[in-house]
């Protein structure tokens, strides 16, 4: 293929997508018009002029199909899907074991002014930075404590007895005598082994 024949290519590619982009624009045009001369009528007189029923006398097993043509205004549409989701057991009565079946988009329920620490793709930031401030703060006061009790003298045990009169130790001193240590072991000394014991009768007749 030419250059030129390449180019003749890309040009008629060119206009026929030009051509399609203007007649989905008219049609788009057509339709929102439709759509407007609808929105100013009825709901009956929408229902006649695109020959639909009543959506309130439709049952169980009736086809809804035509309410989803492309012509037929949301009001309306939604007015069937209402109809058909109250004929259906299945979507008519609730279990109540919906875990998404509140409106959690209720602006009523909304307190006003109210503010979150949460942020967008960092969480709850401010509250766990306030946290690790307490949490810091905490240490450096057990830190603190800690220090002043480690300088603090300690008394000496040695100097005490040193200074201490010996007559006074001998007197606080515990006084064990060998009854009391002979009690104390008797206390945890295990109990005695028993022996099994055999007796024979030396009276019995030989060959019994």
């Known amino acids: 293929m030419s250059a030129r024949e390449d180019f003749w290519s890309r040009r008629?590619?060119?206009?026929?997508?030009?051509?399609?982009?203007k007649a989905e624009a008219r049609?788009?045009?057509?339709r929102a018009e439709a759509r407007a001369s609808l929105e100013e009528k009825s709901d009956a007189e929408?229902?006649?002029?695109?020959?639909?029923?009543?959506?309130?006398?439709?049952?169980?097993?009736?086809?809804?199909?035509?309410?989803?043509?492309?012509?037929?205004?949301?009001?309306?549409r939604r007015w069937a899907l209402r109809r058909?989701?109250?004929?259906?057991?299945?979507?008519a009565n609730l279990d109540g074991l919906l875990d998404?079946?509140?409106?959690?988009?209720?602006?009523?329920?909304?307190?006003?002014?109210?503010?979150?620490?949460?942020?967008?793709?960092?969480?709850?930031?401010?509250?766990?930075?306030?946290?690790?401030?307490?949490?810091?703060?905490?240490?450096?006061?057990a830190d603190t404590e800690g220090e002043g009790d480690t300088d603090a003298p300690e008394p000496d045990v040695d100097e005490a007895v040193e200074d201490a009169d010996p007559l006074e130790l001998a007197e606080a001193a515990p006084v064990y005598t060998y009854e009391v240590a002979a009690q104390e072991?008797?206390?945890?000394?295990?109990?005695?082994?028993?022996?099994?014991?055999?007796?024979f009768d030396d009276t019995a007749e030989p060959g019994t």
């Open 12 to 21: 008629k590619a060119r206009v026929a997508a030009e051509d399609a982009a």
């Open 27 to 30: 049609e788009e045009a057509q």
């Open 46 to 76: 929408v229902l006649e002029l695109l020959g639909l029923p009543d959506p309130d006398t439709m049952n169980r097993g009736d086809d809804f199909s035509a309410f989803m043509a492309e012509a037929v205004p949301d009001r309306i």
């Open 84 to 91: 058909l989701w109250g004929t259906n057991p299945a979507l």
């Open 100 to 141: 998404y079946g509140e409106d959690f988009t209720d602006k009523a329920m909304v307190i006003e002014n109210m503010q979150t620490a949460y942020q967008v793709g960092k969480g709850m930031l401010t509250h766990v930075q306030k946290l690790a401030r307490e949490a810091e703060a905490l240490t450096a006061m």
């Open 185 to 199: 072991e008797d206390a945890y000394a295990p109990p005695p082994r028993r022996r099994m014991q055999f007796t």
